[in-house]
């Protein structure tokens, strides 16, 4: 066991929140150290290889959680310097102003944040700036108001997606281009780390032309001589002192040896379930329910959107390579014909012969396959689902994670995809849509966290909220969550922007209590 180092920041976990805070605070000149519990992802062929990323699973966590029947899966989490930031869609929008609020939905009542919408607008722009956010303003109807205009110009349809979008303006629909963070410059294409491809959506970029937080916010970070960053460091527990007012150290696991590290403050990033896991294995006598948890809510509240992924078979060739580019709200708020939420919906990137192959029948006809492939217009189907008590990560006496999760909302999911169905014969596409063949019966199931969120929710009452508005635990003085944990509500967007812009405003309150400031006057966008 190594003896203890002393920083002024320690931040575990490097993705979208501790990746984005460890940039944040890197200027400061104080002591900072990120732990990461995987290493660097590989630049190899199997990066944009769709077998090796759909079918084999082999950038997800070598691990297996426990379901609430009590059987065992493999999460599609990913642990790597940038996280799961690593493999994402790269899709960064933010919440909605009214997700800020109490919302009314079929199967109950999603809550309200004690911060709102116009409070977090300043850091959403920040945020925007270091992801090169890319995405036009005015287009998307449910877009609260903007400080300003995206960084970057939307990024543009290829034919088959722009004849989509004009035929949904056709029949009064609002289609926008996406909110995506990507290196990429159509006017100047060899100044551009993107070359528009079709691995996108679940596979890493070999390019680094994907807004990951590893590129845009860990790299830069450790330009500063004041930042380290230990990889393979897994963290099994966090000490306190005996009164249970303060971490006094972290607890780590690397190469089979155990280390120790302290810290005038410590954030945990790891995710919303390792997060949750993790306080409740530093459970200690003066926190007999789990660190940080006299409230009784961590790990509790977990939520994960409902999702489907599905193929629109257009009637002529989709040619489309870069895919994922147009979005729709129409039935964010509702329908026509029922009055609560249905969710959103957006392009996904385009499937491929060998993804199809994999989750078709053993028998399909390769002639099958390759129309579908052809044809196939690719997408993704999101419904906010409800922070459920009983939806939640535990872990039992051997350190094993285990995640109970029901669906609820589930009415206004099945209506969305209806909706999108009933459009097909509109939108030059037969009629019917096909489940997303790595997908079991449409919906994402249990291994799929890439929305994990809400299981160390913020609030202003420590008596149902483990953190206050500041994301500081209310029984640990020094100890903050910067992940998606903190979420007490999902609302039916991608959550990575809002828990990059979270991560920005907890830097700038770190900085106030630390008595520093950043030492820059602009945010450095990506480093070369």
């Not at 009214?98 to 009314?104: K, P, Q």
């Not at 977990?302 to 489309?320: E, G």
């Not at 063949?437 to 420590?462: L, W, Y």
């Not at 039916?492 to 006057?521: C, I, K, Q, S, Y």
């Amino acid at each position: 066991m190594s003896t203890s180092e002393h920083y002024d920041v320690i931040i575990i976990g490097s993705g979208a929140g501790g990746g984005t805070l460890a940039y944040k605070l890197a200027s400061t000149g104080k002591r900072i150290l990120v732990l990461e519990r995987g290493g660097y992802l590989n630049r190899e062929r199997e990066n944009w290889d769709s077998k090796a990323i759909y079918l084999d699973g082999r950038y997800h966590a070598d691990e297996e959680w426990i379901d609430k029947d009590g059987e065992p899966f493999r999460p599609g989490a990913h642990y790597f310097v940038g996280g799961n930031t690593k493999a994402y869609g790269a899709i960064l929008f933010r919440l909605r102003d009214t997700d800020f609020g109490e919302v009314i939905h079929h199967d109950g009542v999603s809550p309200a944040w004690p911060i709102s919408y116009d409070e977090l607008e300043p850091y959403y722009a920040d945020a925007e700036r270091l992801y090169l956010v890319h995405g036009k303003s005015g287009e998307d109807h449910t877009e609260a108001w903007r400080s300003g205009d995206f960084p970057h110009p939307p990024v543009s349809h290829e034919p088959r997606i722009q004849q989509l979008s004009d035929d949904m303006e056709r029949m009064g629909l609002h289609p926008f281009h996406l909110p995506i963070g990507i290196d990429l410059d159509e006017s100047d294409p060899e100044g551009s780390r993107c070359i528009r491809c079709d691995r996108f959506d679940g596979f890493p970029c070999i390019l680094d032309a994907k807004a990951d937080a590893h590129i845009c916010a860990v790299r830069p970070a450790f330009q500063h001589d004041n930042v380290s960053l230990l990889t393979h460091a897994k963290v099994e527990r966090l000490e306190t002192d005996p009164a249970g007012h303060m971490v006094t150290d972290v607890v780590v696991e690397r190469h089979g040896v155990e280390q120790r590290f302290s810290g005038d403050i410590v954030v945990v990033s790891c995710g919303a379930v390792n997060s949750a896991a993790l306080l409740l294995k530093s459970a200690s006598d003066a926190h007999p329910d789990g660190l940080a948890n006299s409230s009784g809510v961590v790990g509790r509240h977990y939520m994960c959107h409902l999702n489907s992924a599905v193929i629109a078979v257009s009637k002529s060739p989709n040619d489309t390579v870069f895919e994922k580019t147009l979005g729709c709200n129409d039935f964010y708020y509702g329908a026509d014909d029922f009055d609560r939420p249905l969710g959103h919906i957006q392009m996904l990137a385009k499937s491929d012969r060998q993804i199809l192959k994999g989750g078709a029948p053993p028998l399909t006809p390769g002639f099958t396959l390759d129309y579908v492939a052809k044809h196939a217009i690719d997408m993704w189907l999101t419904s906010e689902d409800l922070p459920l008590e009983q939806n939640r990560v535990t872990v039992d006496g051997s350190g094993r994670i285990h995640l109970s999760y029901t669906d609820s909302n589930r009415e206004p999911h099945r209506r969305l995809l209806r909706k999108l169905g009933g459009l097909m014969g509109h939108l030059g596409c037969h009629p019917h849509l096909l489940p997303h063949s790595v997908v079991r019966d449409k919906r994402i199931p249990i291994e799929g966290v890439a929305h994990q969120c809400g299981t160390v929710r913020f609030g202003d009452d420590p008596r149902n909220s483990a953190l206050n508005v500041d994301c500081r635990a209310h029984d640990v003085d020094n100890l903050y969550v910067v992940d998606t944990s903190f979420f007490p509500s999902a609302g039916a967007v991608n959550p990575a922007l809002t828990a990059m812009a979270n991560a920005m405003r907890v830097g700038d309150h770190l900085m106030e209590r630390m008595g520093v400031r950043e030492h820059e006057t602009e945010l450095q966008e990506v480093a070369s």
